[in-house]
Nanobody, 115 residues
Framework: QVQVAESGGGLVQAGGSLKLTCSAS????????MGWYRQAPGKQRELVAE???????NYADSVKGRFTISRTTNWSAIFLQMNNLRPEDTGVYYC?????????WGQGTQVTVSS
């Protein structure tokens, strides 16, 4: 079973940058989707960005032009480069791995953007 783990969160000022990493162990498939969701206090978890294979990417409108998702050539890790961060980007960022009916979530990493 594939398991994922996130790293790279932290505290940054508005306008700054952070890079999140999600590593998948247990044999990630080239046909899988990996992505990032976030959850702010009192709000529902929402999609930030996801990638299927290497090239099919989907972004939330709120992060287009600021965030970039990428994946390693062996499909086992994804990255989220976050630039021009805003206070509203604050939340816990979760990584997810999906393949057919299987889904695995990480524990989350906190991102806090101060104004």
């Amino acid at each position: 079973q594939v398991q994922v783990a996130e790293s790279g969160g932290g505290l940054v000022q508005a306008g700054g940058s952070l890079k999140l990493t999600c590593s998948a162990s247990g044999g990630a498939s080239s046909l899988s989707t990996m992505g990032w969701y976030r959850q702010a206090p009192g709000k529902q978890r929402e999609l930030v960005a996801e990638v299927t294979g290497h090239t099919t990417k989907n972004y939330a409108d709120s992060v287009k032009g600021r965030f970039t998702i990428s994946r390693t050539t062996n499909w086992s890790a994804i990255f989220l480069q976050m630039n021009n961060l805003r206070p509203e980007d604050t939340g816990v960022y979760y990584c997810v791995y999906r393949r057919l009916t299987y889904e695995s979530w990480g524990q989350g990493t906190q991102v806090t953007v101060s104004s």
